[in-house]
C-alpha cells in the first residue's frame, strides 16, 4: 500500500534553515507528481509546493517563493523540502501529498503522509 | 492564491442530508472541472473525498456527492453519520497551483 513518511520537522529560531524529507513507498514514485501542503496549528490546509514526476517542473506558493525549494531524489524515492530564512508564519505541520494521476501536476492529493511538525519561535 | 471561501461551520442531524459551498474566481474554480474535497479528522491527515468535481475515490461512500455552478463548488453530504464530524476542505487547480478553502467544521447534532 501507498505509505508516506515525513521527517525533518523541529523547534528552531527566526531566520533559520531546515530540510524536510519524505520517504515514499508502495507505488511508482517516478510516475507521480509530488507536493508539500501545510497546516498551520488550529488553521486550514495551504497548498506550498509541487514537483513533476521527473523534476523538471517546480513551482510554489507566493508565501514561500524565493524562500523554499522543493527537490526530489528518484534513486532514493523520496521528496524534500528546503526551507530557508524561516518566519513565525512558516509554523505548522507539513504534509507531502501524492498527485492522483501519472506524469500530471494537476491533484488531487490521494494520498498523505502523517505530517511532521515544524515550530519557528524565537 | 487567494484561498477559497468556504462556511466556517454546518450542522446537521444523523440522517439529513448537509451541503458545504466552496467559492473561488474565475481563475480557479471556474475554469477548471479540477475541483477536489477532503474530509480530516483531529489529529489526522486529510483524506481525499470527491474530485474532478463529482468523482469518488474508491472506497468513499455513495452519501458524498459534489457539484459546481460557475465559480462556486458544493459537497453535500446525505444519510449524515455520526463519524462524518469533521473539518472538510475544498481545493481547486489554479494553473500551476492549488488553492484550498479556509474549511468547514461539521458537526452532527
Known amino acids: 500500500q501507498v505509505q508516506l513518511v515525513e521527517s525533518g520537522g523541529g523547534v528552531l529560531q527566526p531566520g533559520r534553515s531546515l530540510r524536510l524529507s519524505c520517504a515514499a513507498s508502495g507505488f511508482t514514485f517516478t510516475s507521480h507528481a509530488m507536493h508539500w501542503v501545510r497546516q498551520a496549528p488550529g488553521k486550514g490546509l495551504e497548498w506550498v509546493a509541487l514537483i513533476s514526476y521527473d523534476g523538471s517542473k517546480k513551482f510554489y506558493a507566493d508565501s514561500v517563493k524565493g524562500r523554499f525549494t522543493i527537490s526530489r531524489d528518484n534513486s532514493k524515492n523520496t521528496l524534500y523540502l528546503q526551507m530557508n530564512s524561516l518566519r513565525a508564519e512558516d509554523t505548522g505541520i507539513y504534509y507531502c501529498a501524492r498527485d492522483f494521476r501519472y506524469y500530471d501536476t494537476s491533484g488531487p492529493f490521494d494520498s498523505w503522509g502523517q505530517g511532521t511538525l515544524v515550530t519557528v519561535s524565537s | 492564491q487567494s484561498a477559497l471561501t468556504q462556511p466556517a461551520s454546518v450542522s446537521g442531524s444523523p440522517g439529513q442530508s448537509i451541503t458545504i459551498s466552496c467559492t473561488g474566481t474565475s481563475s480557479d474554480v471556474g475554469s477548471y472541472n479540477l475541483v477536489s474535497w477532503y474530509q480530516q479528522h483531529p489529529g489526522k491527515a486529510p483524506k481525499l473525498m470527491i474530485y474532478?468535481?463529482?468523482k469518488r475515490p474508491s472506497g468513499v461512500s455513495n452519501r458524498f456527492s459534489g457539484s459546481k455552478s460557475g465559480n462556486t463548488a458544493s459537497l453535500t453530504i446525505s444519510g449524515l453519520q455520526a463519524e462524518d464530524e469533521a473539518d472538510y476542505y475544498c481545493c481547486s487547480y489554479a494553473g500551476s497551483s492549488s488553492v484550498f478553502g479556509g474549511g468547514t467544521k461539521l458537526t452532527v447534532l
Open positions: 474532478e468535481v463529482s
